[in-house]
């Protein structure tokens, strides 16, 4: 456990399960209290002991992103637990339904832009207003290599990550000096998403889906959440102090430079 975060509190969404659970887990490790915040009926429970057994503190706060109510109380219940927020990792996502565009039903494209776009833009309205509280702070937005290039099939989740990436980018501009926004745009990541969409490909045989995969990225296999979490932890911390708007992908080189 390192002290570089000492004194300093994190909020997670999307923190229930893989690259939430794990960043939970690296800011504890750097000494950052932790404010873990998933839906009701998610493993919060399992992310609050990870950060205990890192050696520093966490609560859990249920919480539906899409519903502002529910944003608000999450940023209060930090403030009033810990008195004050430095970093935020925007990272609540779904990846929706694999569609063709012609027959997405509107209820799934709704729900998705709703937990990929609308949440991280409330995350960012009512966090951004708590740091400006305590002199700044650093937000990670969860963009994805699917919002730098075509998603044929996923077009909801294509076009929700393209949303963030200029959404990041605008927000940089607008809350700096004092708050530095960024975003991580990971590839396939060992996550229970990345096993939804296996499946999605082929019922029958997902674990074929995932060797594909694999085995067309420069590296041979799919990055793991404790690496993505490395990044993020990263670009709150004072060594990426001059880094502001950035789109930093994490996908073993699978992207190609698009």
């Known amino acids: 456990m390192s002290d570089r975060f000492e004194g300093m509190v994190a909020i997670v969404t999307g923190a229930a399960g893989g690259i ?15 404010v873990a915040v998933d839906l009701a009926g998610s493993d919060l429970d399992e992310t609050v002991a990870a950060v205990v057994n890192a050696g520093s503190e966490c609560i859990a706060v249920e919480a539906d992103v899409t519903r502002e109510a529910d944003v608000a109380n999450y940023v209060e219940r930090a403030k009033f637990h810990y008195g004050r927020i430095d970093m935020f990792f925007n990272n609540a996502g779904i990846e929706g339904v694999r569609s063709a565009l012609t027959e997405l039903d509107e209820a799934d494209f709704d729900r998705v832009i709703a937990v990929n776009l609308k949440g991280v833009w409330l995350g960012m309205k009512h966090v951004a207003a708590a740091m400006a509280e305590s002199g700044g702070g650093a937000i990670v937005n969860t963009a994805s290599i699917a919002g730098l290039a075509p998603t044929p099939g996923i077009i909801a989740y294509g076009a929700s990550k393209h949303a963030v990436v200029g959404m990041t980018k605008s927000a940089a501009q607008e809350l700096a000096p004092n708050v530095r926004v960024n975003a991580v745009c990971p590839g396939p990541i060992e996550t229970r998403m990345m096993r939804s969409l296996e499946r999605q490909f082929d019922p029958d045989n997902p674990e074929a889906v995932h060797d594909m995969f694999a085995a067309a990225n420069p590296l041979g296999r799919y990055g793991e959440p404790e690496e993505v979490a490395a990044l993020v932890t990263w670009l709150c911390s004072d060594d990426s102090r001059y880094i502001n708007g950035a789109m930093h992908t994490i996908d073993g080189g699978g992207n190609r430079g698009r």
């Open 20 to 34: 939430g659970r794990a960043a939970c887990v690296r800011f504890a490790e750097d000494g950052a209290k932790v």
